[in-house]
Each structure stands twice: as C-alpha cells, then as structure tokens.
C-alpha cells in the first residue's frame, strides 16, 4: 500500500487504508503510524498536516486544541500576537484599553504626565517628576503634581505617590503625606547631617534618621543619656550632672573669694606697711584717672548703648521669627555672647531632668541669684572695708551700726554693681524667657480630610524651636490642641516675664526716683554716682560730646545693615536671573500692533490677556 500523506496515518502496517488525523492532532511527515498532538496556542482541526497559530488577539496554554474558538481573549493591558501561549503585558507607560490587542503597538500611551505599570488598562500612576495624591484625596481623573514643588529636594521616579517619594539627604518631614519638606543641620567641616533622607518616614519621620537620631529635624536622641550638639549635628553624652553643679560653684566661689581676699588683703596690709600703701595709692589713682576719662566723654551711656544695640540684634531672627541667610548668622555669630543660656554654660540643657521646665527655670532664677550674690558680696566687702578704715575690728556690727551711717554708705557702694548686672542680664534673659513662645510648625498630613469631600486642609503638630522634645499643640486646619506639658511652662513664662519685662524696669525708676532733682540740677551726689548705670546721663559736667554719641550710633547701625546687605546679595546672586521673552499678541490684536511691540507674559500662557496692549 502506498504510504499515508501528511494529515493521515495508517493505525496499524496491516491497515488498507489511511486514517484522517482526529481532532486536536496534525501530523506533518508522510507513511506514519499516528499523529502529534496540537502544541500550546496552535488548533488542529481534524486531518491537520500542520499546526495552525492562534489568531491575533487570542492566545492560550492548553494541548490538543481542534477550533480557534477554543483560544482565549486577550485581556485587558495585554496584547497576543499569533500563535501567543501567553498574553504580553503592554509596556510601563502604555495601557490596553480594549480585549484582543495583536500587537504592542496596539497598546495607547498614557498622556498628561500620567504613567502605568506593565500590564495595566488605565493610567492609573504618574511619570517620572511627578507623584500622585492619596487614592482617597484625588478626584475621578488622575492628577499629576510635579515633583519640583518640593523644592527640588525629593526624587520622583515614576508611579509613585506622595508617600513613596525619596527625600534626599539633610531633607526631613514629619509624615509620609507631608508636603513640607525641611533642611537639616550639617557639620560644615566633616559633612555629617543626621537625616538620610529616603522614603520610609517612620514614627514622626524618624525614619528619614540616622541610627541613633529620631524626632523633629532628627535633633533628638534615642538614648536618653544623650543630646544633640548643634556644633557637631551628632548626639553625644550628657556629662555628669553633680561634677557640672560643683565646677559651677567652684569657679564662682572661688573668684569671688579670690577677688574679697586680695581686696581685704591690700587694704589691710597699707595700713601697715608704707609699700603697700603707695601700692594702693597707685592703684587708686590709676583708677580714679580712668573713671574721670571715662565720665569725660560719658563712656557709660555709650557701653549701654553698645550693649542693648547687640542684645537687640543677636535675638533678632528669633523675636521676629523671619529665616536670614547662612551668611548672616556666620558674621553675626561672636553675638551670641549677649544672649545669655545658663543652663548651656556648664550642662546642656537638652540632658536637664524635668526637660524645658528645668531649662527655663535655670534661665529665669540664676540671674536673679546672680545679682543677689554679688549685691550681698559687695556689701559685705565694702562693710569690710568700713571696719579696716575706721579700726573698728573689735567693735560689733550693731554697735558700728548705731555710731554713724556706714551701712547706708556700704548699702549705696553696692549698687552700682549691682545695677549693672541687672542691666546687663535683663534683656536676654527676658528674650529668652520669650522664647517659650516660639513653636515651630511641621506639617504632618497634607491632605486631612475635612467635612467637605472637595476640600482637604493640613494637620500636623507644633514644637517648642528651643527644645524640640517639647510639643506647643496638634492642630488640624483652624482646630488647636495645646499640650499638658507646654501649658505648665507658659503659665511659669509668663510670671518671669512680668519680673524681667515690669518688675526691672520699675526697679531701675524707683533707683533713679529719688535723685531726680539731683540729676536735673546737675550735681554729683554719692547716690547719683551709685546709680551710674541706670541714669541716662550720670555726668554732671554740662559740656558733652553728642557727635561721638551720634557717630557711635551710626557706626553700629551701619554695620548691621552692611552686614545684612552683603549676607543677602551673596545668597541671592546664583539665582536671580532676568528672562525676557517676546510674547505673541493675541490674533485680534495683531492688526493694530507693529512687529516691534512686544506684549507682557502673564506666566506660561500669554493669551489669557483679554485686551489689546497699547502701542
């Protein structure tokens, strides 16, 4: 028997005639025995000689398929070629907006800076440099905002949301759905910044910290033993509070004794000795003679005036709250000796135990005991004096007392150093105490919900810039919550604002009250020279120099502005450019204008002007 063709085959050698392969089968050789069964995405209907592809837009995985009706649809976002065992996914940034797709250039790219993962139907995410609001915060078309209103301080790579998006480094926020983006510190000479910046934000975006760092700006500490040296921008170990208290004391007692001894000392010796008493004549009239030069060109008010002036100048970008530019505070930095932080001095005041309230009590009661010790030290150094004078050692304090008037006069040679004090602590340790009412804002939801649907408003919380450990209060939109805590340290500030800012003032006035007609006549008195330092013009010679007054002011105002200026300029000199574009009128326009006129741009899109520029 002739051998069976293509599409046939004999079942058996002794078979007379050739069987049609069944459905589901091909065979493709001549003078076989049986056929092949139909591969993946291939039909063969009965008597195949040869596999036949799914149809463009079909595909399917399944053997021994007889009709193209058993091939599967392409789905959605995915296209089949012939002959597909499995649909292709249409590429990021392409979508398959309808079944049966044949090829990958039957996939529509997605338009309007919007972008899609492979595979997808809809574009449902955003290209590179821009990311997607919150599902439940967009409406039913998607939006793209771009990345660059961030500050250029965030990378956006494509189908990301407002959530995933990757700060860079020294960046910080509060919360994932923050908008507000925020500059860490950084050590200028080892480059070291405690944010890292990346896309996970963690609890109140300490996920954007480095190890050890956690909180706002990552300026706090994980380890309670430690703080946060803004020199450094790294947390290190709080020194030992006992060995700090006793340094402190020990520094201060110790020169003040020094200094009683040596006076007490040379006051005693000239009584007995003719070379410390010409010592001590010597001593005195170099004293006298630069007292007399001193009041002959009224260097007090002029010192108070330098004094208040860069008081004032050193608390400004805190009392009016406004950013200067890095150069500022880098020119300005030698007055940060006027504002004066006791609880800095010998412990930082991050690793005090009762966090900001300690802080400020530090703050608000070392003055006050500063000037009271040294008023009380002067008082007995100058009684001390009265006895060595007057050889009254053996007599007793009352006795000396009722013989004359020494305690008033060592009570009047008391003040002036301690007015002085006074003068001096008074302005920047009020500034400080109104410090507790500068709270730094941070926005944690940029997108809270409201009772309206179609608006969103931003929640976040508020924390105390002198110390960040300290939440002011939450808020969200218009509604505030004030903290337990900071509500205790307002109420303290507002009793040592009242001693600083009133009580001072009053206690200089009640000083000066009783030489007021003294200081009108112009005549020097024992109480006038006591209150020096509180009197706006304690020289009783009626010739003064008000052009050095007047220069001297000058000089000082005009240093701050040049200062300010230049730190300015500097900053602002890369990026100030100057753009000029020549717009097209509007078609209506074009008519009654020369080619030479040019129209003024309103932003991107000129022809949003209405009427016709004049010629």
């Not at 944690?444 to 939440?471: I, Y």
């Amino acid at each position: 028997m002739k051998p069976c063709g293509a599409g046939t085959h004999a079942p058996t050698p002794e078979s007379e005639s050739c069987t049609h392969c069944e459905k589901g089968k091909y065979q493709d050789e001549e003078g076989k025995v049986g056929c092949k069964i139909c591969p993946r995405g291939n039909v063969c209907p009965s008597g195949a000689a040869r596999e036949l592809e799914c149809l463009q837009g079909t595909w399917s995985d399944s053997l021994g398929l007889d009709d193209y009706s058993q091939c599967s649809a392409c789905p959605l976002g995915f296209y089949c070629p012939k002959g597909s065992v499995t649909p292709l996914p249409c590429p990021a940034g392409t979508i398959g907006q309808s079944p049966n797709l044949g090829n990958q250039l039957s996939c529509t790219p997605c338009a309007d800076n919007t972008w899609s993962t492979p595979g997808s139907s809809s574009c449902s995410s955003c290209q590179r440099d821009y990311y997607l609001l919150p599902q439940e915060k967009r409406n039913a078309s998607i939006e793209c905002v771009p990345c660059s209103q961030l500050g250029g301080h965030a990378t956006c790579l494509a189908n990301v949301t407002l959530e995933t998006i990757e700060l860079d480094e020294r960046w910080w926020r509060l919360g994932p759905r923050s908008k507000d983006l925020h500059k860490c510190a950084k050590n200028d000479e080892t480059g070291f910044t405690p944010c890292r910046g990346g896309k996970e934000a963690g609890v109140g975006g300490s996920g954007y910290c480095l190890e050890g760092h956690m909180g706002p700006l990552c300026q706090l500490c994980t380890v309670e033993t430690k703080w946060f040296n803004p020199q450094s921008s790294k947390c290190e170990e709080c020194p030992a509070t006992g060995d700090t208290i006793r340094q402190f004391v020990g520094a201060v007692g110790g020169m003040l004794g020094l200094l009683a001894a040596l006076k007490l000392a040379l006051q005693y010796a000239s009584r007995r000795s003719s070379k410390a008493m010409m010592l001590r004549n010597g001593l005195v009239l170099y004293a006298r003679r630069v007292h007399q030069l001193a009041m002959a060109v009224a260097l007090v008010p002029k010192l108070k005036l330098v004094l208040a002036f860069y008081q004032s100048v050193a608390v400004l970008p805190t009392v009016y709250n406004v950013q200067l530019p890095d150069l500022y505070y880098k020119w300005t930095g030698f007055l940060n000796i006027f504002d004066i932080d006791w609880s800095n001095y010998f412990i930082p005041g991050a690793c005090l135990e009762g966090g900001y309230t300690s802080r400020l009590l530090l703050r608000s009661i070392i003055p006050l005991l500063l000037i009271v010790v040294v008023f009380l030290f002067s008082f007995l150094v100058n009684i001390g004096q009265a006895l060595i004078e007057n050889e009254s050692l053996g007599r007793s304090l009352v006795k000396l007392g009722e013989k004359g008037k020494m305690w008033r006069r060592a009570l009047v040679k008391s003040l002036p150093l301690a007015l002085f004090l006074s003068f001096c602590l008074c302005a920047p340790t009020a500034s400080a105490i109104f410090k507790t009412y500068d709270c730094v804002e941070y926005v944690e939801d940029s997108l809270a919900p409201t009772g309206d649907p179609e608006q969103v408003t931003s929640a976040g919380a508020r924390f105390l810039r002198s110390d960040l450990r300290t939440t002011c209060n939450t808020f969200a939109g218009s509604e505030i919550t004030m903290s337990t805590e900071y509500a205790e340290i307002e109420h303290i500030a507002w009793w040592f604002a009242i001693v600083y800012s009133i009580v001072f003032p009053c206690m200089f006035m009640g000083v000066l009250l009783p030489s007021r007609k003294t200081l009108r006549q112009r005549r020097s008195t024992q109480l006038v020279r006591a209150t020096t330092c509180s009197n706006p013009n304690p020289n009783p010679n009626p010739n003064p120099n008000p052009n050095l007054t007047l220069t001297l002011t000058l000089t000082l105002t005009l240093t701050l502005t040049l200062i300010l200026t230049l730190s300015l300029s500097l900053s602002l000199t890369p990026t100030l450019t100057l753009t000029l574009t020549r717009c097209a009128p509007p078609p209506s326009c074009t008519a009654s204008m020369s080619q030479s006129t040019f129209v003024p741009c309103c932003g991107s899109n000129p022809t949003r002007r209405e009427s016709c520029p004049k010629i």
